[in-house]
């Protein structure tokens, strides 16, 4: 498919996604809510914005969202008119990070309008939006996700099939991100402890990158975003506590045995209220680091 491609949600991984389309040949129309979003990729050639968030869907090939959770998903496609306004032979893309079962109510409501609607959720973060080099989680009919999959390529550098009904790329995206965020935190807590025993962080993480403790939070996260005291992926705490949320929903539903789940979200929660609303994920090890250095002031811990 080479076409005409709709793109609601431009934020940090919109943004960048949305100029590899247009820069790929691709005709893009474009929204944001927000204005300093939208005039950022205004006279970008290949790009035209959007006037409303339903306007994307005329003509439409095909249709991007990446916005930020389900309740925006659903407010845009049924509060903004977005999906009213889809016609056959548009394919919606979900890309966002959004909760599973409410995934699959939208397919079913779009699958009456004709227009099939599939989830296309990514790891990789803001770098790999950069490059099209996420890997894309996808969740819908293969027929339907082969229709899409030219622009997947754009985006992607590993496209993987995940399941035939809409949701199933999503529930794997929050699950990979429970696990992402686990790690973090342990490996956090073990780098400083191992700091504040006299261990230089670097000299840690190059033994521990060579052995079994290695993950992607000491081969990434930390030499890049952590140690150099940057605290910039470019991905929301919020949002990570938000994907933790919905993948221990779907192991209770399924009556997993999740201690160390609950307790990593509970802990993330507790970074979430301290630490300000636009804090940025890698951050929780500087919560950790605040809380070391406050000591040990309450029971139990
Ligand atoms: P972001 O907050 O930077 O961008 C979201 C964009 O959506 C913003 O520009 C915002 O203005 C826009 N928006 C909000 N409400 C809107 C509405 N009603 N109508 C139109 N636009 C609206 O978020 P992000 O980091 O780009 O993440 C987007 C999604 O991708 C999330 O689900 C996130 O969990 C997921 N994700 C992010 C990363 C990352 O590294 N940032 C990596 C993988 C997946």
């Known amino acids: 498919m080479s076409g005409r491609i709709g793109f609601v949600g431009l934020g940090n991984m919109g943004e960048p996604m949305a100029r590899l389309l247009a820069g790929a040949g691709h005709d893009l129309h474009v929204y944001d809510a927000g204005p300093a979003a939208r005039e950022r990729l205004d006279g970008v050639a290949g790009i035209r914005v959007a006037k409303t968030a339903a306007d994307v869907a005329d003509g439409a090939d095909a249709v991007i969202l990446m916005l930020p959770d389900s309740d925006v998903v659903e407010a845009v496609l049924l509060g903004d008119g977005l999906l009213g306004r889809a016609v056959p032979p548009t394919v919606i893309v979900?890309?966002?990070?959004?909760?599973?079962?409410?995934?699959?109510?939208?397919?079913?409501?779009?699958?009456?309008?004709?227009?099939?609607?599939?989830?296309?959720p990514v790891s990789g973060g803001v770098t790999g939006a950069r490059g099209g080099a996420l890997t894309i989680m996808v969740g819908g009919p293969a027929e339907t996700v082969a229709r899409v999959r030219p622009v997947l390529d754009v985006l992607g550098s590993s496209v993987v099939h995940a399941g035939e009904r809409p949701g199933a790329g999503h529930a794997v995206k929050a699950l990979n991100n429970l696990m992402s965020a686990a790690h973090?935190?342990?490996?956090?807590?073990?780098?400083?402890?191992?700091?504040?025993?006299?261990?230089?962080?670097?000299?840690?993480?190059d033994i521990v990158n060579g052995s079994s403790g290695r993950s992607g939070s000491t081969q990434?996260?930390?030499?890049?975003?952590?140690?150099?005291?940057?605290?910039?992926?470019?991905?929301?705490?919020?949002?990570?506590?938000?994907d933790m949320r919905v993948a221990l929903d779907l192991?209770?539903?399924?009556?997993?045995?999740?201690?160390?789940?609950?307790?990593?979200?509970?802990?993330?929660?507790?970074?979430?209220?301290?630490?300000?609303?636009d804090a940025d994920h890698t951050e929780i090890a500087r919560w950790l680091e605040a809380r070391r250095a406050a000591g040990p002031t309450r029971t139990g811990e």
């Not at 979900?94 to 296309?120: C, H, K, Q």
């Not at 342990?186 to 962080?201: M, N």
């Open 251 to 277: 192991e209770d539903a399924t009556g997993t045995p999740a201690p160390l789940s609950r307790a990593a979200v509970d802990a993330w929660a507790e970074a979430a209220e301290a630490l300000p609303a």
């Open 184 to 205: 973090l935190l342990v490996s956090s807590e073990a780098l400083i402890a191992g700091r504040e025993f006299g261990l230089d962080p670097a000299v840690m993480l």
């Open 94 to 120: 979900d890309m966002s990070s959004s909760v599973p079962a409410r995934t699959r109510a939208l397919a079913d409501r779009a699958a009456e309008r004709g227009v099939p609607l599939i989830d296309a």
């Open 220 to 242: 990434t996260k930390w030499p890049r975003f952590i140690l150099p005291g940057g605290f910039d992926s470019g991905f929301a705490l919020r949002l990570m506590l938000k």
